[in-house]
T-cell receptor, first 119, second 114 residues
């Protein structure tokens, strides 16, 4: 069974600064995907960024980037130029991959990190 | 393009009652997954439906059951409600043949059991 651990229950950052959220996971799978989801106070879960385990290059989406360390089973999220709208719960999640690519397996989530961006 | 929709938004029930929650997937998606999110916790996988059959199931009792209709929409049923069933219930849709394995989430149904 897979587990996902987010060791920072809460974090805060000043607007325009950079913050890094930590995530570690445990799995015996070699083919998998990792995700960061954002859940604002309005509660709709939104995908922030995705990383395929077979890709060595770290994923980047505008101000969001990840540091994927496969051997260490670590998957941190860096948010640059933080904005007030980034205030939300951030969840790290794991999904096992399918043979031949893609996946339709379940997501396993961490407990989340509440990020507050201060003006 | 409509995203994932869920109804109702909020629901209040008493212990022992039964409840049905509904989900319509994102246009073009054929798979629906249900998650339970207790207050202050990450979502926990309940089950997944594809081709009108339950394909995967998490560690939830048989009181939790579901259904998928030919139009891919889905229902989550919970019988004999317990206080511990109070949670946000999230529906997520995806495409089984898709190369990108994202699951798109709905806004959720907040269930309160008194």
């Amino acid at each position: 069974a897979q587990t996902v651990t987010q060791s920072q229950p809460e974090m805060s950052v000043q607007e325009a600064e950079t913050v890094t959220l930590s995530c570690t996971y445990d799995t015996s799978e070699n083919n998998y995907y990792l995700f960061w989801y954002k859940q604002p106070p309005s509660r709709q879960m939104i995908l922030v960024i995705r990383q395929e385990a077979y890709k060595q290059q770290n994923a980047t989406e505008n101000r969001f980037s990840v540091n994927f360390q496969k051997a260490a089973k670590s998957f941190s999220l860096k948010i640059s130029d933080s904005q007030l709208g980034d205030t939300a719960m951030y969840f790290c999640a794991f999904m096992k991959g399918s043979m031949g690519g893609g996946s339709n397996y379940k997501l396993t989530f961490g407990k989340g990190t509440l990020l507050t961006v201060n003006p | 393009d409509a995203g994932v929709t869920q109804s109702p938004t909020h629901l209040i029930k008493t212990r022992g009652q039964q409840v049905t929650l509904r989900c319509s997937p994102k246009s073009g998606h054929d798979t629906v997954s249900w998650y339970q999110q207790a207050l202050g916790q990450g979502p926990q996988f309940i089950f997944q439906y594809y081709e009108e059959e339950e394909r995967q199931r998490g560690n939830f009792p048989d009181r939790f059951s579901g259904h998928q209709f030919p139009n891919y929409s889905s229902e989550l049923n919970v019988n004999a409600l317990l206080l511990g069933d109070s949670a946000l219930y999230l529906c997520a849709s995806s495409l089984v043949s898709g190369r990108a394995p994202e699951q798109f989430f709905g806004p959720g149904t907040r269930l309160t059991v008194l």
